[in-house]
């Protein structure tokens, strides 16, 4: 028996968003591992594939999130080296803030195994959906929080800022409550840069259908009153359009009216 | 054993005609569900955590499911 590996998502509300391709995969699977975002969307994936099975159980509290996700590795890869054909699944998108599928992929493909990722919706879709930004006009920088803080990360104030986990700012275990220690050091980062006056976005995702996306809009200075979640990811609009370089749109041979448009 | 809380849920995510249903008369739709009044609760605060903790309860786990809410030990609580 060949085995392969099958990494899908199925968005943060299933209904509307896990593609034809992802149900397919489901499916079709001999065995679904699955990492579903609750159980109501672990039920659905047990419909479509009874062979279907939680990854939640080798979560633990306290342990380091990085043995977790190897773990995860581990138990997919046995399968696939089993000879099955595996589906893993994912809320959101599988590939976005998902180390075990993108380490099982390398694994996969490097022992010879067909492997396959399908694009789903992530909550960064659906933020720019609800908070009706356009990536294309003044561009996106896209952080996991504690990576942002712990680099240094360099950032352009010109250009939007999307902070992702920042309920789990400087915590690198497994909790079933974050004591959130680490969001007041982003706060006080960002406002240095960004001013106390500065409006964010602290936004969750609606993940069942009869709930609307939670948008909490106020001033750095007053985000720490925030409520904050484990699903909560930050929008910090730009400062202002970034300047025009005169000497680049020469390059380009860009006419006055062009810059104007700009 | 039977989960109606968790198995409305999936409807509610599969069938528009059920959420069209719902958003005009919850009251009528959790009742014909079978859903607890705790339940019904839940779902009709339209509060994620709360819904979240509702199929929590049901499924008589406190473990993280996904991205748990940091307020859930609390509404957990309160639900039961």
Redesign the interface.
Known sequence: MPGSLTCVGVGIQFGAHASMGARRSIAAADKVLHLAGDQATAAWIDELNPAAESLHGLYALDKPRIDIYNEMVERIMNFVRAGMDVCVVTYGHPGIFAYPTHEAMRLARGEGFPATMLPAISAIDCLYADLGIDPGTNGCQCYEATDFLARRRVFDPCTALVLLQIGLTGDFTHQDVYALKGYQVLLEVLEATYGPDHEIVIYEAARFPVCDAVIQRLPLSKASRARILATSTMFVPPKGPAPLDDAMLERLGLSAESRAQK | MA?PF??Y??K???DDAE?AR??KDPDACVASAGLTKAQGDA?KS????H??AA??V??GS????????????ALIDRLK
């Open positions: 989960k968790t198995d849920l999936v509610l995510h599969k959420l719902f958003k779902l339209k509060d994620q955590a819904i979240q199929l929590n049901e499924h406190t473990v993280q499911f996904g991205h748990i809410e940091l307020t859930l030990k």
